[in-house]
C-alpha cells in the first residue's frame, strides 16, 4: 500500500515503513499521523493489532480501530461522505483593480455561471450512509472511548 492522505487530515504510511512507538506501555509501530506528526501518530500495537491516536503531548492514546485494515476503510468512507457533498467554493484574493473589473464584467453580462456539478447527495443522507459503512466495518469503533466519535459528530453537524 502506497501513502494514503485522508480527507480529514490523517495520513497512513506505506505498509512496512513503520516507526517504533515510544511511550507507551505496550509495544506498538507508528503507521501514520493526525494532521502533524509533532502533535499525534497512529499507533498499531504489537499485541493485538489494533490501532489508536497517541497525542504527543500528553501520551494519551485514543482507541480507532480493531486493525489497520478497519482504519483504512473508515478513513476512505469519511472520504466518500466529504467528496459527496457540495463543493467547497474556492477563495479568491484580488487587488482592488481586479475586483473592480470583475464587477464590471458581471454588470455587463459578461461572466458565465459555471457548468453545474452534479447535485450533491442530501447531508442526512450522507450521514446515514457514513454512520452504516462505519457499523459495517467495526461497530466498536464508535464507543464513547474511541477517537472516531469526534469526527462523526462533526459529520452529522455539518462541520465536516
Not at 85 to 95: E, K, R, V
Request: glycine share 6%.
Amino acid at each position: 500500500m502506497a501513502e494514503y492522505e485522508s480527507l480529514l487530515g490523517m495520513v497512513l504510511y506505506p505498509s512496512g515503513q513503520a516507526g517504533q512507538a515510544d511511550g507507551l506501555p505496550r509495544p506498538a509501530l507508528v503507521i501514520g499521523h493526525v494532521h502533524d506528526e509533532s502533535e499525534s501518530q497512529i499507533v498499531e500495537f504489537a499485541d493485538d493489532l489494533s490501532t489508536a491516536v497517541l497525542d504527543r503531548a500528553t501520551g494519551a492514546t485514543y482507541p480507532l480501530n480493531r486493525d489497520r485494515a478497519s482504519t483504512e476503510q473508515f478513513l476512505q468512507a469519511f472520504d466518500e461522505y466529504i467528496r459527496s457533498g457540495p463543493a467547497d467554493a474556492p477563495p479568491m484574493t484580488l487587488t482592488a483593480e481586479q475586483a473592480q473589473n470583475l464587477i464590471a464584467r458581471f454588470q455587463a453580462g459578461k461572466i458565465t455561471p459555471p457548468k453545474p456539478r452534479p447535485r450533491p447527495v442530501p447531508h442526512r443522507t450522507r450521514v446515514k450512509t457514513l454512520r452504516h459503512r462505519l457499523h459495517e466495518i467495526d461497530p466498536d469503533a464508535l464507543g464513547v472511548e474511541h477517537w472516531w466519535r469526534t469526527p462523526l459528530e462533526e459529520a452529522e453537524n455539518g462541520l465536516i
